[in-house]
Structure formats: structure tokens, C-alpha cells
């Protein structure tokens, strides 16, 4: 039954083991599906390259589905996993923030330690920008401690709030999935480019 | 012919599934998806604390960020997960013949001009990262893979503003 650290099925301990090796593959497969190039990663924002969007929506759902179904099966308690609290207007203001560094930098925090990890000189300096943004974070806390803590509405389902049933709302965002990755195949036709 | 093969990126619905299935195992061995910001941010509460202990101390961030992390601040489960990112990333790129010291960039823009704009971009990442309590690893992809609302809102912030601001730095990328 998991979540196996939870349950004390697992020490403390081999839970942060377990942490590096599951860093291992989300390292390997994100290096092997062409994330640690930023010129790949941005062609998602000018349609030559939707490599992005394929990946990162067949992964939310693959994980979306699997945690369903260990739910059904009893194999994952789901009540314990941890959920994400939405502060609406910190998260509004933190994507868009991110959007803006993402499109600048062509990298995500995760990504960029891949290009770093292969020699990407200029992954390692957006990770030096990236200590740099914590840090002012940081530093400045009382600037942005309002806007913080703004729009707490605790940690509700998305489900929830569309007052749909989980299932159905999976059913959905498939849909969309499916949508999207049409979308995607039809960009890449239409906006392509060969050597990058 | 097989060294080629090897060279060449999985079929990206093949590594999202793959993804998927590391996300997966992340909650059903640590109930909490994967992530990437907080390793960040844990490097540097350890780095204020040591070179700035009074300072530290006197702060309720680093003070927070403390006490919920019971012992050393690099002792969390993502800071363990990152080394494995660098472990992982460097055989995968081994593997495939992608280990090389370079600037990657446009033909179009200058070495220099990248780094400045690979600097910034992870300025404002980090930043924002601290807004949204996660970055695309934490907040969007493993929060949309638990269904949080927190999660689907920042991600279609991140992607929705990337988008709305292509245009302005297209120069960077075509």
C-alpha cells in the first residue's frame, strides 16, 4: 500500500535513495525525449518543434491515469498523496513570471539541469539565473509576502471546482490531450524546419 | 547504422509515457510528484545559512524553510532527486553520444547574446518558481497529474505567457 514512505514501508532513509533513483530516470527520460536542448524546447512557442506539449501531456496523463487506477486498485491512498495548494493570484503571477523567464531562457528548472548535465554552458548559466531569482525571492520576501499568501483557497481538485466526477473530468482533459496532440502534428507540418 | 539509430531522441509519446511512469513512481513511493525549483531553492537556504547564519536566523523565510525541513536544509527528497537528474541526463546523453561543452544557440544571435538571455530567463524562473510553489516539474506536471487546480493555473500561465511573448523574442529562437 502507498504511498510506501508514508506507510513506513520504507526508512526515511530509503525513501531519499529511492529519490536519487527516481531522479535517475526522470533525468534519463527527459534527456532522451530532446529536453535538454532550448532551441527544441522553445520551438513549442513557434510551432516548429511540439515535442514539448507531446511529452509533457502524455506524462500528465499516463501519471494521472496510473494514480486513478492504484487508487481503484488499492494499491495508493490517495487521501495522503501530496496536493498542491492554490494561492490563485500567486500562481497567476508566478506562471506568468515563469512564462516570460521560459521564453527568454528557452530552459525550465528541471530541464536545464539535463542540458547542464551534458554540457550545455548555457544551461549552466540559467541555473546560476535561477539561484539568482530564489535568492531575490528570498532577500525581497516582505515585497512579495502579499502577493504571496493572496487567493489562498486551500488545496482543491480541479474536478471540484468544475463540479464534475473524477473520472469524468479524465475523460476529459484525454479528450483535450488528443485534441492537442492533433493540433501539435498539424503545426509541425505547417511551420517546419529542418536543421536546428 | 547503429550508432546513428542511437543518436536520435525517443518518439516523444513513447517518453511521455515514460515520464508519466516516473511521476507515477514518485508518488507511490513518496506520496509528493517529482520537481526541480525546490532543490534550488533548499541550495540556497543552505548557502544564506552558512554564510550568513545571523542573517538567516532573523528571517522568517529561511526560518520556515527550516523547520520543515527537520535536520539539513540539502537533506530533502528533491535535492536527492536532482543529483539522480544529473546522474541521469549525463547517461542518457553518453548513451546517445551527446556529451560536448558548447553554447547551443540561433545561428542568428551571438554566444554572448544567448547566455545574457539564458541568465535572465533563469532569473525570472527562479523567481517565479517561489510564486507558483513549484516550477513546471512541481507545480505544473505533477500537479495537473494529481488534479490540483493550483497546478492546471500555473500551467496554463506558463505556457499561455510563453506563448503570448513569442513574438517579441523570436529573434532569439528563428
Same mark, same amino acid.
Given at each position: 500500500?502507498?504511498?510506501?514512505?508514508?506507510?513506513?514501508?520504507?526508512?526515511?532513509?530509503?525513501?531519499?535513495?529511492?529519490?536519487?533513483?527516481?531522479?535517475?530516470?526522470?533525468?534519463?527520460?527527459?534527456?532522451?525525449?530532446?529536453?535538454?536542448?532550448?532551441?527544441?524546447?522553445?520551438?513549442?512557442?513557434?510551432?516548429?518543434?511540439?515535442?514539448?506539449?507531446?511529452?509533457?501531456?502524455?506524462?500528465?496523463?499516463?501519471?494521472?491515469?496510473?494514480?486513478?487506477?492504484?487508487?481503484?486498485?488499492?494499491?495508493?491512498?490517495?487521501?495522503?498523496?501530496?496536493?498542491?495548494?492554490?494561492?490563485?493570484?500567486?500562481?497567476?503571477?508566478?506562471?506568468?513570471?515563469?512564462?516570460?523567464?521560459?521564453?527568454?531562457?528557452?530552459?525550465?528548472?528541471?530541464?536545464?539541469?539535463?542540458?547542464?548535465?551534458?554540457?550545455?554552458?548555457?544551461?549552466?548559466?540559467?541555473?546560476?539565473?535561477?539561484?539568482?531569482?530564489?535568492?531575490?525571492?528570498?532577500?525581497?520576501?516582505?515585497?512579495?509576502?502579499?502577493?504571496?499568501?493572496?487567493?489562498?483557497?486551500?488545496?482543491?481538485?480541479?474536478?471540484?471546482?468544475?463540479?464534475?466526477?473524477?473520472?469524468?473530468?479524465?475523460?476529459?482533459?484525454?479528450?483535450?490531450?488528443?485534441?492537442?496532440?492533433?493540433?501539435?502534428?498539424?503545426?509541425?507540418?505547417?511551420?517546419?524546419?529542418?536543421?536546428? | 547504422?547503429?550508432?546513428?539509430?542511437?543518436?536520435?531522441?525517443?518518439?516523444?509519446?513513447?517518453?511521455?509515457?515514460?515520464?508519466?511512469?516516473?511521476?507515477?513512481?514518485?508518488?507511490?513511493?513518496?506520496?509528493?510528484?517529482?520537481?526541480?525549483?525546490?532543490?534550488?531553492?533548499?541550495?540556497?537556504?543552505?548557502?544564506?545559512?552558512?554564510?550568513?547564519?545571523?542573517?538567516?536566523?532573523?528571517?522568517?523565510?529561511?526560518?520556515?524553510?527550516?523547520?520543515?525541513?527537520? $535536520?539539513?536544509?540539502?537533506?530533502?527528497?528533491?535535492?536527492?532527486?536532482?543529483? *539522480?537528474?544529473?546522474? %541521469? #541526463?549525463? &547517461? +542518457? !546523453?553518453?548513451?546517445?553520444?551527446?556529451?560536448?561543452?558548447?553554447?547551443?544557440?540561433?545561428?542568428?544571435?551571438?554566444?554572448?547574446?544567448?547566455?545574457?538571455?539564458?541568465?535572465? $530567463?533563469?532569473?525570472?524562473?527562479?523567481?517565479?518558481?517561489?510564486?507558483?510553489? *513549484?516550477?513546471?516539474? %512541481? #507545480?505544473? &506536471? +505533477? !500537479?495537473?497529474?494529481?488534479?490540483?487546480?493550483?497546478?492546471?493555473?500555473?500551467?496554463?500561465?506558463?505556457?499561455?505567457?510563453?506563448?503570448?511573448?513569442?513574438?517579441?523574442?523570436?529573434?532569439?529562437?528563428?
Amino acid at each position: 500500500m502507498g504511498p510506501l514512505s508514508f506507510y513506513e514501508i520504507i526508512s526515511e532513509n530509503t525513501n531519499l535513495l529511492l529519490a536519487f533513483v527516481i531522479g535517475i530516470g526522470f533525468g534519463f527520460v527527459l534527456e532522451n525525449s530532446g529536453f535538454s536542448t532550448s532551441r527544441k524546447l522553445a520551438g513549442m512557442f513557434y510551432g516548429y518543434d511540439t515535442t514539448v506539449l507531446k511529452v509533457f501531456f502524455t506524462a500528465a496523463i499516463t501519471a494521472m491515469l496510473g494514480m486513478i487506477l492504484f487508487g481503484l486498485f488499492g494499491w495508493l491512498d490517495l487521501s495522503v498523496v501530496y496536493v498542491n495548494p492554490t494561492f490563485i493570484w500567486s500562481a497567476i503571477a508566478g506562471g506568468i513570471i515563469m512564462g516570460a523567464g521560459f521564453i527568454m531562457g528557452g530552459f525550465c528548472p528541471g530541464t536545464s539541469f539535463c542540458g547542464a548535465a551534458i554540457g550545455k554552458l548555457d544551461a549552466m548559466v540559467f541555473i546560476g539565473g535561477l539561484f539568482i531569482g530564489v535568492l531575490i525571492f528570498t532577500e525581497g520576501y516582505p515585497l512579495f509576502e502579499k502577493l504571496y499568501l493572496s487567493g489562498n483557497i486551500g488545496a482543491p481538485y480541479i474536478y471540484d471546482t468544475l463540479g464534475m466526477s473524477r473520472g469524468a473530468f479524465a475523460l476529459m482533459l484525454i479528450i483535450i490531450a488528443l485534441a492537442a496532440f492533433w493540433g501539435a502534428e498539424w503545426a509541425e507540418k505547417k511551420f517546419p524546419r529542418d536543421e536546428y | 547504422m547503429e550508432k546513428d539509430r542511437s543518436r536520435k531522441y525517443w518518439n516523444p509519446y513513447f517518453g511521455g509515457v515514460m515520464l508519466g511512469l516516473v511521476l507515477l513512481a514518485a508518488n507511490f513511493v513518496a506520496g509528493r510528484g517529482l520537481g526541480s525549483s525546490g532543490a534550488v531553492k533548499s541550495a540556497v537556504v543552505a548557502a544564506v545559512e552558512s554564510i550568513a547564519p545571523a542573517h538567516a536566523d532573523a528571517s522568517p523565510v529561511y526560518k520556515e524553510f527550516s523547520e520543515s525541513h527537520q $535536520g539539513h536544509p540539502m537533506k530533502s527528497w528533491l535535492v536527492f532527486e536532482m543529483v *539522480g537528474v544529473l546522474v %541521469g #541526463a549525463f &547517461l +542518457s !546523453g553518453a548513451w546517445a553520444g551527446r556529451l560536448k561543452f558548447r553554447v547551443e544557440h540561433s545561428p542568428k544571435i551571438t554566444s554572448r547574446r544567448r547566455l545574457i538571455f539564458a541568465g535572465l $530567463g533563469g532569473i525570472f524562473f527562479g523567481l517565479g518558481s517561489q510564486l507558483g510553489r *513549484g516550477c513546471t516539474s %512541481g #507545480a505544473a &506536471l +505533477s !500537479g495537473m497529474a494529481v488534479l490540483s487546480l493550483g497546478g492546471f493555473i500555473t500551467m496554463i500561465f506558463i505556457f499561455g505567457t510563453a506563448f503570448a511573448l513569442a513574438y517579441f523574442f523570436r529573434k532569439l529562437w528563428i
